[in-house]
């Protein structure tokens, strides 16, 4: 079946720095999203990209879809402690169910 | 997006007994998932919460195990059935509006102990 691969599974960095997490698919994706979920919270929505090549920022987070539409990047620029949490990607490939991608956990030394 | 109410927040629960989880939603969604999260693992599909008829179970779940019911467009519940201590996860509702790539918004979660 369809499967979602993320990358890394943790990272720790200095505030400030930057954080890349990956997302790589089996099967090309009609769209994919990006989820964050703080500590003991429930995954909340950040943003879809659906077209090859799409590239969306907001303020600090910059995402990716690459040109197959089979992965996806999100990149984070000089991260702060309300970074902190983990960040998934889920596909989805037609009307299907999400597959959500393992997820990374950043946490930040301040 | 929606707001989705879901209780309980958590619970212990004594082995070979039942919890029902509850989700209610402030607007009729299309539709409602529940997924299964082990602490600092992903989202494991549980099962599609289909409204008027019987749910449509990922590989791995049964309904006799996790029984479904969504009598409308704005509420669900999973039961949690003949609990043992491989139960014990976050469980979280999810919905979505009709439509490929909507966004799907989640409940808070129940996070289950089984003792």
């Known amino acids: 079946g369809q499967q979602v691969m993320q990358i890394p599974q943790y990272q720790h960095v200095q505030e400030g720095e930057d954080f890349t997490t990956y997302c790589n698919s089996s099967?090309?994706?009609?769209?994919i999203q990006w989820y964050k979920q703080r500590p003991g919270g429930h995954p909340v929505f950040l943003i879809q990209?659906?077209?090859?090549?799409e590239v969306k920022k907001q303020k600090r987070l910059t995402f990716q879809f690459g040109e197959a539409k089979k992965n996806s990047s999100l990149h984070i620029t000089a991260t702060q402690t309300t970074d902190v949490g983990t960040y998934f990607c889920?596909?989805?490939?037609?009307?299907?169910?999400?597959?959500f991608g393992q997820g990374t956990r950043l946490t930040i030394n301040p | 997006s929606a707001v989705i109410s879901q209780k309980p927040s958590r619970d212990i629960c004594q082995r070979g007994t039942s919890l029902t989880i509850q989700c209610q939603v402030d607007s009729q969604v299309t539709m409602m998932f529940w997924y299964r999260q082990q602490p600092g693992q992903s989202l494991t599909l549980i099962a599609t919460?289909?409204?008027?008829?019987?749910?449509?179970?990922e590989s791995g779940f049964v309904i006799d195990k996790f029984p479904i019911s969504r009598p409308n467009l704005t509420f669900s519940t999973l039961t949690v059935s003949n609990m043992s201590p491989e139960d014990s996860s976050i469980y979280l509702c999810s919905g979505r509006y009709q439509g490929d790539g909507t966004e799907a918004f989640f409940g808070q979660g129940t996070r289950l102990t089984v003792v």
């Open positions: 889920a596909g989805r490939r037609g009307a299907q169910k999400l597959v």
């Open positions: 990209l659906v077209k090859s090549g």
């Open positions: 099967t090309t994706l009609s769209n």
């Open positions: 919460a289909n409204q008027g008829s019987e749910a449509t179970y």
